[in-house]
């Protein structure tokens, strides 16, 4: 239980200088690739990061339309003052790449669930309710591109791997935090609702929290949930992540769509 507590907690890693990359880190058996984020899709994702007296963090987030960000709950949460963190105090640097980035905006906005509690620690509900959606104060999607989702259920997710489509996640890790990288392919299976948890076997690091767990059908990625912790330890680890089946209410709500024109969740790809 420590480790998983460490693991889903302690994603919010001190921000390093600028030239501090860890570009020759070791990844060991589990290597993840080097992506350009200046280059779409990455580029619809970048770092949420904030900062507080004498505390500075980062965890992953993507862009989802011109002004909302996906992102997990624990990342907004100053553990030191145990309190929420202002929306004026987040920041989003989309296509961040050693010190350089192509937009940045502030949060205007934080929606998250009600059933999160970081003071209960690591819990069912927590790990079932680790999702947050940011509302930018600039459109910076316009500029980045953002990308596609889908709500899927469980059987949707076993045919679509059935189908070839591969499981990936993307991130900034603690030990590589300037640059993104990506894990692939992996496999991931979901639980049946409510209590509905995606568990996948991508290599995940503290930094990654927030990251898009994704599936990939030739040059298309569509977001499906995004990750949150890490369970277990060596080769039979597997990582969690909230499924967007959970916060479909919110996220239908947050970007203006309904249930008809929605079409079961599934939304077009964006490009610059």
Same mark, same amino acid.
């Given at each position: 239980?420590?480790?998983?507590?460490?693991?889903?907690?302690?994603?919010?890693?001190?921000?390093?200088?600028?030239?501090?990359?860890?570009?020759? +880190?070791?990844?060991?058996?589990?290597?993840?690739?080097?992506?350009?984020?200046?280059?779409?899709?990455?580029?619809?994702?970048?770092?949420?990061?904030?900062?507080?007296?004498?505390?500075?963090?980062?965890?992953?987030?993507?862009?989802?339309?011109?002004?909302?960000?996906?992102? +997990?709950?624990?990342?907004?949460?100053?553990?030191? +003052?145990?309190?929420?963190?202002?929306?004026?105090?987040?920041?989003?640097?989309?296509?961040?790449?050693?010190?350089?980035?192509?937009?940045?905006?502030?949060?205007?906005?934080?929606?998250?669930?009600?059933?999160?509690?970081?003071?209960?620690?690591?819990?069912?509900?927590?790990?079932?309710?680790?999702?947050?959606?940011?509302?930018?104060?600039?459109?910076?999607?316009?500029?980045?591109?953002?990308?596609?989702?889908?709500?899927?259920?469980?059987?949707?997710?076993?045919?679509?791997?059935?189908?070839?489509?591969? *499981?990936?996640?993307?991130?900034?890790?603690?030990?590589?935090?300037?640059?993104?990288? *990506?894990?692939?392919?992996?496999?991931?299976?979901?639980?049946?609702?409510?209590?509905?948890?995606?568990?996948?076997?991508?290599?995940?690091?503290?930094?990654?929290?927030?990251?898009?767990?994704?599936?990939?059908?030739?040059?298309?990625?569509?977001?499906?949930?995004?990750?949150?912790?890490?369970?277990?330890?060596?080769?039979?680890?597997?990582?969690?992540?909230?499924?967007?089946?959970?916060?479909?209410?919110?996220?239908?709500?947050?970007?203006?769509?309904?249930?008809?024109?929605?079409?079961?969740?599934?939304?077009?790809?964006?490009?610059?």
């Amino acid at each position: 239980m420590r480790f998983i507590a460490c693991l889903f907690f302690c994603c919010l890693f001190p921000l390093f200088p600028a030239n501090a990359d860890t570009a020759a +880190a070791d990844f060991g058996d589990n290597g993840r690739d080097i992506v350009d984020a200046s280059h779409y899709p990455w580029s619809a994702m970048g770092r949420v990061q904030w900062a507080a007296v004498g505390h500075k963090a980062h965890c992953t987030g993507t862009l989802i339309s011109e002004k909302v960000v996906l992102t +997990a709950a624990h990342c907004l949460f100053n553990v030191r +003052a145990r309190k929420w963190v202002s929306p004026g105090l987040v920041h989003f640097v989309a296509g961040y790449q050693k010190g350089e980035f192509l937009a940045h905006s502030v949060a205007k906005a934080i929606y998250r669930s009600k059933d999160f509690d970081r003071l209960e620690g690591v819990t069912t509900k927590n790990l079932l309710s680790d999702w947050a959606l940011l509302e930018l104060k600039e459109p910076i999607g316009g500029k980045t591109g953002f990308l596609g989702w889908r709500i899927l259920n469980p059987q949707e997710l076993r045919q679509a791997q059935k189908d070839g489509q591969e *499981v990936m996640l993307a991130g900034y890790p603690q030990n590589r935090a300037h640059v993104i990288s *990506v894990d692939h392919p992996c496999k991931a299976s979901m639980g049946q609702p409510p209590n509905a948890l995606i568990t996948h076997t991508c290599y995940i690091v503290g930094g990654d929290s927030g990251g898009p767990v994704m599936l990939r059908d030739g040059n298309k990625l569509t977001i499906i949930g995004l990750n949150s912790a890490r369970r277990g330890n060596g080769d039979t680890a597997t990582a969690s992540a909230v499924p967007l089946l959970r916060l479909r209410d919110n996220l239908l709500s947050v970007l203006g769509l309904s249930n008809t024109d929605h079409k079961r969740g599934q939304a077009p790809l964006a490009s610059r």
